[in-house]
């Protein structure tokens, strides 16, 4: 079974750090796009990072200069480094990957389950 795992959430004063992880497992031949999404209380699922398996990276305008993303293909896994994170940041994240199974021939898009993030001010 192919999933994928976020650790690494919790409470955060403002100005803070926080690094989220997310562990992609099961029988995988290649990871490709790897993303981080949120979603706050209210409102819509929006991207707040992706990178290739290059490692180019590219940023919501709402995190750029504060966040930063990267990967380890060898663990099959992405990070999400956040710094002087606001009260606006506080939201539910999740991982996002296009992953190949062993056998297969084609990247298919699995989610994780999420991590809660909150930031007091």
């Known amino acids: 079974q192919v999933q994928l795992v976020e650790s690494g959430g919790g409470l955060v004063q403002a100005e803070g750090s926080l690094r989220l992880s997310c562990a992609a497992s099961?029988?995988?031949?290649?990871?490709?796009?790897m993303r981080w999404y949120r979603q706050a209380p209210g409102k819509l699922r929006e991207l707040v990072a992706a990178?290739?398996?290059?490692?180019?990276?590219n940023y919501a305008d709402s995190v750029k200069g504060r966040f930063t993303i990267s990967r380890d293909n060898a663990k099959n896994t992405v990070y999400l480094q956040m710094n002087s994170l606001r009260s606006e940041d506080t939201a539910v994240y999740y991982c996002?990957?296009?992953?190949?199974?062993?056998?297969?021939?084609?990247?298919?898009?699995?989610w994780g389950q999420g991590t809660q993030v909150t930031v007091s001010s």
């Open positions: 996002n990957a296009e992953l190949m199974r062993y056998m297969g021939n084609y990247y298919s898009n699995y």
């Open positions: 990178i290739t398996l290059g490692g180019t990276a």
């Open positions: 099961g029988s995988i031949f290649s990871t490709g796009d």
